[in-house]
């Protein structure tokens, strides 16, 4: 359990984190939640005297404060000083990865131009 979200399920997972299926006890909601591990984030060097982590928070920053409708809500950010996680509660989209979505938009751009000629 992190906060008050209850782990469902793993949906993915990467070099510096694991997105899980949440449900939040409050509301039944159901969330992605992003886990990165700071330890990891910090030792990655990215570039001018900068971590991964540096990056991560400077990122987190602008999108806290975005709202539009083609970026992801983001609706809570948990980084406990004491703990080794940084989480990242976003909406649980259900229509497959943005890797895949650009795949199948490639796909049928590619095979419309193929018909076009």
């Known amino acids: ?3 008050q979200y209850v782990i469902i399920s793993t949906l993915g997972k990467g070099s ?3 997105v ?4 939040d006890t409050k509301t039944s909601e159901q969330f992605a939640i992003k886990k990165m591990n700071k330890k990891a984030l910090k030792q990655k060097k990215a ?3 900068k971590t991964a982590y540096d990056c991560v928070v400077e990122e987190l ?10 970026i992801i809500y983001l609706k809570e950010i948990i980084d406990d000083p ?3 996680h940084i989480y990242l509660v976003t909406l ?6 943005l890797g ?4 199948k938009k490639n796909s049928i751009f590619e095979a419309h131009n193929k018909l076009c000629k």
């Open 1 to 3: 359990m992190i906060n």
């Open 16 to 18: 510096f984190a694991t």
């Open 82 to 84: 004491k703990k080794d």
């Open 92 to 97: 649980w989209l259900t229509k497959g990865t």
């Open 61 to 70: 920053k602008v999108l806290a404060r975005l709202d539009h409708p083609n």
């Open 100 to 103: 895949d979505l650009v795949v």
């Open 47 to 49: 570039g001018a005297g």
């Open 20 to 23: 899980l299926l949440c449900k």
